[in-house]
């Protein structure tokens, strides 16, 4: 969603509420893409702070669908949101965040959601504390239910006294 900064940068003491939605379906990175399972309208409120100045906030949550760095389901993780954020377009800074958003005095809302939520999401999630995974060997879902595969993984390191044992073995 765009929103339309003019007023809010030229006229003084100027305020307005604005009634927005989150237009983006999902959280696209460069290897990965979270669905955006629930987002819901939000107040945007913009305030004229001086001359070519305006201040922008607002607070909302967005509910991804992030998998299970065990098991691969679809686990939903809240994301908070609550932003305020200040832009001098007359003197911009490298560190303003809301100027890197806003072209033609527009604010791009949902590429400045997308900015705050990417340093929220997890690194790794799990769908529960005691997730049991997958099975490496068939790839059944260890937590629905068990496959009977043969997991042990043998340490590499002692093939060798493993061999020694086979070969000495009485029959």
Do not use: W
Request: include cysteine.
């Amino acid at each position: 969603m765009k929103i339309q900064l003019s007023k809010a940068i030229s006229v003084k003491d100027y305020t307005e509420a604005v009634e927005c939605r989150i237009d983006m379906d999902e959280i696209a990175l460069k290897r990965e893409r979270y669905p955006i399972l629930e987002k819901h309208p939000f107040i945007v409120t913009l305030k004229h702070e001086g001359k070519e100045s305006v201040s922008v906030c607002f607070e909302t949550e967005v509910v991804l669908g992030i998998p299970c760095s065990r098991c691969l389901r679809e686990v939903p993780f809240h994301v908070p949101l609550k932003y305020e954020g200040k832009s001098d377009f007359l003197h911009p800074s490298e560190e303003d965040d809301l100027a890197s958003c806003v072209e033609d005095k527009e604010l791009d809302l949902d590429m400045l959601i997308f900015d705050e939520v990417v340093p929220q999401l997890p690194s790794r999630l799990l769908c529960k504390e005691d997730c049991k995974g997958l099975c490496p060997v068939c790839g059944t879902n260890l937590n629905e239910k068990e496959c009977g595969c043969d997991r042990t993984v043998a340490d590499p390191r002692m093939a060798a006294i493993r061999d020694i044992f086979k070969n000495f073995k009485e029959v």
